[in-house]
């Protein structure tokens, strides 16, 4: 009895002092599901939301909004070319065991002058400071190998490369815009290469550089209709697939010496 | 126009599919080739997965085939029985050629495995295609006729168990065709071709198949051969993309009739040394990539999850 006295004054305490502690989020996606058809080339998502103020009086200076939108984690290898008798041949490899397929990152100013960056790694924000996981490093014969630090460096610098080449990672300084005082929105490009799976939008509100709300939505991309028929069919009945695809491709060449025999 | 494909899972130009295919299809009509030599090259370049490429073009050599096996049954050319005994290796071939594919996946060395042993190929049979088109010009300009290959007996004939092929009037071992089959085989898996490239100059020299039957054979094993490789490859790889293989089949069969009937309008030994310039040129084209530093030394693959 005394003990749920005193959780339910510790509650009654917590809702009195929360509101008056920090301002919150409240925010949406145009989107949760985004369906990939025969004729997806892309697409682009808009997160909007607010920030409640509930410190009377209290004004929005230096409050920042940063938007994260993160895709599934899977392994990844990056192999480095050589010349090997005057021919690039793939050489040296590392392999991380989760990398997000998809990483943007929007924010009302340049990351830089947002937070300190000890606060940002912390987090886990922004491109530089996502964790891939223990790499395992390869040499061509397959024999696990320990790389020194700077040249295991080199890989992971080259998996943001390929990645930010094929638009899969992106930063966007200053792609939240604020609407008045406490309005905001950003727009986040999906583009068509994109892996199929779920997805996280995470929003953070900070303020004098310091993380004071979090907010986290589920972003489902994954094929759909006839996409999705034929995926499934090619991955849960393979066999019955090849047949298909091969008997179809036998009656299209008899069809067409049918048709050619006519003339 | 955009069309996104399912199992290569990136959008293409509908149109720039169709072109491809019906480019590719004319060559093929135009020389009697399957073009899958010419086609796989493209689909990576237009940046399809090898895997996918190379499943998805063995079906539509299936389609081509067919049309070309049809032609050639209505003229009775074609050697069902060394058709079978071919079949039977390349059977084989296949089957150890979709092993090594994966294999060679799995230590990231596919993309090169394909690069050399097309530049390795195009390259020999381009040049040997090119020094006899070029001879037998010459040799048709200067009204000599070429030389006649002799020593009808070679160590072919040395093997055992000979079998009669009627219809290509010979008595040799089982061996040598299932050899030559298997080796086919194997490289029609590796490199998403018919491998009627290989195939019909290894009928002609070294079995000394008579030329009406060797196109039409030739047709006949590759159905078989790219079938099974495209069930195989949809089976092991899950890399056989049906909307890809629907535009190149159509785009194909359109390119292939206009081929036939260019080809009409050109002399054979010409057709030939145009051919051969063809497969110099793509030759080429892939051991400078080779040889050339890559823009960016790191690539980056997604791990493929082991079933």
Known sequence: MRWGTALSLFLLACTITAPARADQLVTDLSEYQIAIRSNFTGTQILLFGAVEARTPGSRAINRDIIVVVQGPVRPMTVRKKEPVGGIWVNHDSVTYPSVPGYYAIASTRP?????????????????????????IAESIDGNIQILPPEEETAFWKALIRNQRRDGLYFNLPGGVTFLGQTLFRATVDIPANVPVGLYTAKVYLLQEGQVIDTISSPLYIDKRGLERFIYRMAHSDPLLYGLVAVLVAAFAGWLASAIMGRR | MQIYLPIAELPVSILTILAMGAAVGFLSGMFGIGGGFLMTPLLIFLGIPPAVAVGTQATQIVASSVTGALAHLARNSIDFKMGGVLLGGGMLGSLSGIYIFKLLSNIGQIDLAISVVYVLFLGVIGAMMMVESVQAIRAARGGATPKKRSGHHSWIHGLPLKMRFRRSKLYISVIPPILIG?????????MGVGGGFILIPAMIYILRMPTNVVIGTSFFQIVFVAALTGVMHAVENQAVDIVLAFLLVIGGVVGAQYGVRAAEKM??????????????????????????PPEDL????????MK
């Open chain 2, 267 to 292: 002399p054979a030994e010409q057709l030939r040394a145009l051919l051969a310039a063809l497969l110099l040129l793509i030759g080429l084209r892939l051991g400078y990539e080779l040889i050339s």
């Open chain 1, 111 to 135: 990351l830089e002058v947002t937070a300190p960056p000890e606060t940002l790694k912390a987090l886990r924000i922004g491109i530089e400071n996502i964790s891939p996981g223990t790499p």
């Open chain 2, 182 to 190: 298997y080796f086919v085989g194997t490289l029609s898996a590796i």
């Open chain 2, 298 to 305: 790191y690539s980056v693959t997604e791990v493929q999850v």
